[in-house]
């Protein structure tokens, strides 16, 4: 099991840039989720998908990040046009169907850094 | 409002020595509580998860603690190693209307462990 793989491991991009990171997560896991993290607000959840479906999009911050999830193995989320205040390390994770009794299992993150 | 409050924010001990951590939450209606490791640079890691009838749960030398009475959580590290140095997240789902399972995050413990 290669667990939740997110790409890529470091990003950094200039202002105004469009930026997508993807996620791959665990193969019979039906829930994924996004989250960013700032050493100023911790973990926020930004949207969360059940059989990519999405089901709660209100952590989004605002119109210019979009995520997809088109089928079980793979997932988006992107950020057009891309603000320095949008740095930060973002998160994948996945679960199984239920109960989360086992937990989420997160990947290892995308640093964005925005200049 | 769902919320998980942490405490200390930061936590310094000899190497050998125990400590606790404290985690009050609000999130309603509670389904269960998880204590969440991660380490520097890598996505959070799973410790222990507990549901509304469980008071304790150990893994190794992880103790947490549930008091759904008063919404506290305590996770109690024993004979600290070097290797617990790494931020704890205290980590509180509840049920949502549609049936999906929304976690509320802490900011975290920062725990550094001297030799």
């Known amino acids: 099991d290669a667990g939740v793989i997110q790409s890529p491991r470091h990003e950094v991009t200039e202002m105004g840039q469009e930026v997508t990171l993807r996620c791959k997560p665990i193969?019979?896991?039906?829930?994924l989720f996004w989250y960013r993290q700032t050493m100023m607000r911790g973990l926020e959840l930004l949207i969360y998908?059940?059989?990519?479906?999405?089901?709660?999009d209100s952590g989004m911050p605002e119109d210019r990040f979009s995520a997809k999830m088109p089928n079980a193995s793979f997932s988006t989320l992107k950020i057009q046009p891309s603000e320095p205040r949008d740095s930060a390390v973002y998160f994948c994770?996945?679960?199984?169907?239920?109960?989360?009794?086992?937990?989420?299992?997160f990947g290892s993150g995308t640093r964005l850094t925005v200049v | 409002k769902n919320q998980v409050e942490q405490s200390p924010q930061s936590l310094i001990i000899l190497e050998g020595k125990n400590c606790t951590l404290q985690?009050?939450?609000?999130?309603?209606?509670?389904?269960?509580l998880r204590w969440y490791k991660q380490d520097t640079g890598r996505g959070p890691v799973s410790l222990t998860i507990?549901?509304?009838?469980?008071n304790t749960k150990s893994n190794g030398r992880y103790t947490a603690t549930l008091d759904a009475d008063t919404k506290q959580s305590s996770l109690h590290i024993t004979a600290s190693q070097l290797s617990d140095s790494a931020s704890y997240i205290c980590?509180?789902?509840?049920?949502?209307?549609?049936?999906?399972?929304?976690?509320?995050f802490g900011r975290g413990t920062s725990l550094i462990v001297h030799p």
């Open positions: 980590v509180v789902s509840r049920l949502s209307s549609g049936g999906s399972y929304i976690p509320t």
């Open positions: 985690c009050n939450y609000t999130v309603s209606p509670f389904s269960n």
């Open positions: 998908f059940n059989n990519n479906v999405p089901i709660d």
């Open positions: 994770a996945s679960s199984r169907p239920g109960p989360p009794l086992h937990g989420y299992t």
């Open positions: 507990m549901t509304f009838s469980e």
């Open positions: 193969s019979g896991h039906n829930s």
